[in-house]
């Protein structure tokens, strides 16, 4: 927490959790290497890494905690595992540079305002077939133009389910 000159940093594959806020504030955070042993990863864990661009989360990752990435304002590229099922509150809030993202087929529930002003998101590809549950605001802050895509014999549900203008099917 608050260590702002590390870089890099490779976890060791003995690891299988990363506690709440364990990176958060490592402002100079740009490389990060986590293994697929790690199953959990807490709230906040990098929050406000403003250097961080790129992630690739763990094959068995379930979870993307309440603020996990929030304030990540250079992020970019975050890679999800197929077995996420639920996006936290404020997950992704303030990244700036995050322009795609693609939500895993089995996600059920993205929280409140998960990407609240991520203000150069354009397309969010969305997999699940039944919508996941929606939190208030979870796409606020997002540019004019902003559209998610969703599974073509979805549309309809997605429609009825919230932000109607937002959807497209793919």
Not at 80 to 92: L, Q
Not at 128 to 145: D, M
Request: with cysteine; proline share 6%; net charge negative.
């Amino acid at each position: 927490y608050d260590c702002k000159n590390i870089k890099k940093i490779i976890i060791p594959d003995s690891v299988t959790s990363i506690g709440s806020n364990a990176f958060m504030y490592n402002i100079m955070l740009s490389d990060i290497s986590i293994p697929d042993s790690v199953i959990a990863i807490g709230e906040g864990a990098f929050s406000y890494c403003g250097e961080l661009e790129s992630i690739i989360l763990p094959k068995r990752l379930q979870n993307i905690a309440n603020y996990t990435f929030s304030g990540c304002e250079r992020l970019s590229c975050v890679v999800m595992p197929e077995y996420i099922t639920t996006i936290g509150d404020w997950a992704f809030n303030n990244c700036f540079k995050l322009k795609t993202i693609t939500i895993p087929e089995n996600v059920i529930s993205i929280g409140a305002e998960a990407f609240n002003n991520c203000n150069s998101l354009m397309m969010v590809f969305c997999k699940p077939t039944t919508p996941p549950i929606f939190g208030a605001c979870q796409f606020e802050g997002c540019p004019e133009g902003f559209v998610i895509y969703v599974p073509h014999k979805s549309l309809e549900a997605y429609l009825h389910a919230t932000e109607k203008s937002k959807y497209a099917d793919n």
